[in-house]
């Protein structure tokens, strides 16, 4: 995958920078064109002049051109490369690094590459074993790999401090295999594209501090999201309540009640090729949601009776009006599975239906993982492995993009 590929390798001020040169030469054997962008700190581990001689191009590092400097020509050097970019990987990447990207900083080139980039981002962590078991760390990386960055996490083994744990560097074959599996993943096959996903549960109002809703933590549909616009295209959540950062370059827009999501998924719908509904929309709400919290002291009896109502059925009036559209569902079913979702595709219009079951292992709501069937309206069955949630969005993508292919 790594042939003819352009890597912008971030360089940071870990000791172990000093490796740098030869995950440079292994790339560029592999057939890559590579960038080296390192930070200030970075030069005092490795000089520029090893990294420009293995890579052959001048190594950049400072945001702003020197007045003197003939070859700056350019002056928004870290838009232009993260366009230039097929991946961005950082490696060493300093515990002060994975704070900077986590929280947005852009307070060198690196930190503004990172923020302007539109290819992945890949990280590979190294420090000493307590700079990198501290919570803190911990938790720049989790919002790094809940914003759709890659991260690789490093090796255990002695430190150049003399601790032993985890913090070393992966070898250099194992993160030239990494760069290679996410080229492999993630192709820009959705460029020009436009995908609307929805995730999440709704929340149906009881009253203002109660409401009527589902385990659902919208971690499928974020998957799907941050797939699609790895892949190029342009994306946009409508969510429900969740608890999950939005992915890079997608566009959120939150909403609370199924009524909610009806009103936005139908206004985004005009202008997209493909719908994918995952979102846990509720079947029910409350006919009367009243705008006072009850109180049992106030209350009569000992039971409380809510008179519920039908929502719309976002799925089956986008079905109605879908024409070229590609149109994809999910069924969560615990009996009869099959048959309710082929009974499902065909009486809402779908193009695929994504079957699954929150009682198998490894899938279900707030799993990393999901265990499903995909079904079409030819009466294709494909029924696939355990995977995580990101894979099974990529295999969901794939059988968008050869529909949309088909429809044009
Ligand atoms: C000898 C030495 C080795 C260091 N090694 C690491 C390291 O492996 N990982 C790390 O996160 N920080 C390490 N640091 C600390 C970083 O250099 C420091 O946090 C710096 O601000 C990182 O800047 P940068 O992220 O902009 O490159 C080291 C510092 C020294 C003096």
């Known amino acids: 995958m790594l042939n003819g590929k352009r890597i912008l390798l971030g360089v940071t ?10 995950l440079v030469r292994e790339f560029v054997k592999a057939g890559a064109e590579v ?49 230039w970019a097929d991946i961005m990987l950082v490696a060493p990447a300093t515990a002060h690094t994975l704070a900077r990207i986590a929280h947005g900083f852009a307070d060198d080139m690196l930190t503004s590459l990172a923020l302007a980039l539109r290819c992945p ?24 790999k809940e914003s759709g960055c890659f991260v690789i996490d490093p090796e255990e083994g002695e430190l150049a401090s003399g601790l032993v744990g985890p913090g070393r560097l992966p070898e250099i074959d194992r993160l030239v295999a990494f760069v290679d599996g996410i080229l492999e993943k993630i192709h820009r096959d959705l460029s020009g594209k436009s995908i609307l996903v929805t995730a999440g549960p709704t929340q149906e109002p009881i009253d203002p501090v109660r409401y009527i809703g589902n385990r659902s933590s919208g971690k499928m549909g974020f998957a799907i999201a941050n797939a699609a616009a790895l892949r190029g295209a342009e994306v946009t959540l409508v969510s429900g309540p969740v608890y999950l950062r939005t992915p890079r370059s997608v566009r959120r827009i939150d909403v609370s009640t199924a009524e909610e999501m009806n009103t936005a998924v139908h206004l985004e719908f005009e202008n997209v090729d493909a719908v994918i509904m995952s979102a846990a929309v509720a079947d029910y709400t409350v006919a009367n949601p009243v705008n006072k919290k009850i109180k049992r002291e106030t209350m009569p009896g000992d039971e409380l009776t809510l008179t519920l109502k039908k929502n719309p059925d976002i799925l089956k009036s986008l079905g109605e009006k879908k024409q070229n559209r ?7 079913e615990t009996d009869d599975g099959i048959k309710n979702a082929k009974e499902k595709l065909r009486r809402k219009n779908l193009d695929l239906i994504v079957l699954n079951n929150p009682n198998e292992p490894g899938a279900g709501f707030n799993s ?21 949630k990101f894979d099974v969005a990529n295999r969901i993508l794939d059988r968008v993009k050869s529909t949309l292919t088909w429809l044009t």
């Open 368 to 388: 990393d993982t999901n265990v499903v069937t995909f079904l079409t309206p030819a009466g294709q069955a494909e029924h696939l492995p355990l995977m995580s």
């Open 326 to 332: 590609v149109l994809v569902g999910f069924a969560l």
């Open 35 to 83: 960038q080296v962008v390192m930070t200030r700190s970075a030069a005092q581990f490795v000089t520029p002049l090893a990294l420009a001689t293995v890579s052959k191009r001048e190594v950049v590092s400072e945001m702003f051109p020197r007045p003197d400097d003939p070859n700056s020509t350019s002056w928004t050097k870290h838009i232009d490369l993260g366009m």
């Open 121 to 144: 981002l890949a990280l590979a962590p190294a420090m000493d074993v307590d700079m990198f078991l501290n919570k803190t760390t911990q938790q720049n990386i989790d919002i790094l």
């Open 13 to 22: 001020g870990g000791i172990a920078a000093y490796k740098s040169p030869l």
